[in-house]
């Protein structure tokens, strides 16, 4: 995976923190079904990032914004890691567990395949019985597509999560 473990269990603890902030603000009632919120939130963002890397878009000429490409996969991977949590809770397994059981796929993401991988993205997104860990393979190769190396994914991902928290605080 780009992402290596010791940086994954510090993505998950962040996570955790900015989903407790956000579990004080909501009722009970609203918490209802909330993985499957969650999954429909994944969803939504894996569209939101197709979106932004522009790919279907044979009538435009315009191109990616590579800065906006790289924040829409970063919401993609905040709610990843929410399902993941409690995925590894819920199966009483190991964060290590959890993430050697991701297969490190050798597959890459060119412009002849990038539009099948984004619908088998989005249709193992909207079955909620999915395995997160297959989920979490997209994810990595869409990682070494957009990001190349860890350092650039974990940059961006402390700037959103700086703004996540922030907007738990105005009330988002």
């Known amino acids: 995976m780009l992402i290596s473990l010791n940086n994954y269990i510090e993505l998950l603890e962040k996570q955790s923190k900015l989903d407790l902030e956000i579990m004080k603000r909501i009722d009970k009632i609203e918490n209802s079904n909330l993985i499957y919120k969650r999954r429909f939130a994944l969803l939504t963002e894996i569209v939101e990032f197709a979106n932004e890397v522009k790919w ?28 993941a949590q409690k995925y590894i809770i819920d199966n009483n397994i190991g964060i290590e567990e959890f993430y ?11 412009k002849d395949n990038i539009g099948q991988l984004f619908f088998s993205f989005i249709n193992l997104a909207s079955v909620p019985e999915t395995s997160i860990i297959k989920i ?5 190769m869409f990682n070494k597509y957009v990001f190349g ?9 402390d700037i959103k999560n700086k703004i996540n928290h922030k907007r738990q605080i105005t009330n988002y």
């Open 56 to 83: 279907f878009k044979y009538w435009s000429k315009k191109n990616s914004d590579t800065q906006k490409v790289k924040e829409e996969l970063i919401d993609v991977i905040h709610f990843a890691l929410s399902i």
């Open 136 to 140: 979490w393979e997209y994810i990595d």
């Open 149 to 157: 190396n860890e350092t650039e994914l974990l940059k961006v991902y």
């Open 100 to 110: 050697n059981s991701i297969s490190n796929s050798k597959k890459k993401i060119d």
